[in-house]
Every structure is written in C-alpha cells, then in structure tokens.
C-alpha cells in the first residue's frame, strides 16, 4: 500500500548530458513557469536519503529538511509531434 515512488529530475542546462547514458529519459520541456522552477529549494541537494524517504516519507521529509519544495498541483499537456 502506497509503495510507488517517483523522482523526477528538472535539467537547466547542457552539462548534464551524463544523465541520457544513466537511463534518465526526457519525457518534457517547460514552456512556461520557468519562474516557478527558480523558485525550487535546492539547497539539500542530493542529502535526502532514499531508503528513509521509501520507510518514513513525509515525516522523515519534513522534519529533516524543512525548507524542501513541494508540488500541490502538476499539469501535463499533450503535444503532437511530427517525425
């Protein structure tokens, strides 16, 4: 019950090409809101440890990194493209 995780990972810039080899496809661009994304927390980084978040999820969350960002509302919207 409740077990799926997801990681979603937001690229601002070339550098991170590495991520394609990892498995990490794209499955978006942001066309607008970009203002939304800057305001993103990403001071903790890579601190939030993964096994605690799958055991204890928001209480671990939010007691040991109380200034991480969250989404309360995600909108995704089909575009058609040609190949």
């Known amino acids: 019950k409740n077990s799926r995780t997801t990681q979603m990972f937001i690229n601002i810039g070339k550098k991170n090409a590495y991520l394609d080899t990892q498995g990490f496809s794209p499955i978006g661009e942001i066309v607008s ?35 991480l960002s969250y989404f309360s509302r995600v909108a995704f919207k089909h575009k058609t493209v040609s190949v």
């Open 33 to 67: 809101g970009m203002d939304v994304v800057d305001k993103i927390f990403s001071g903790y980084r890579e601190k939030p440890n993964q096994g605690k978040i799958q055991n204890r999820g928001n209480e671990y969350l939010l007691k040991e990194f109380p200034k």
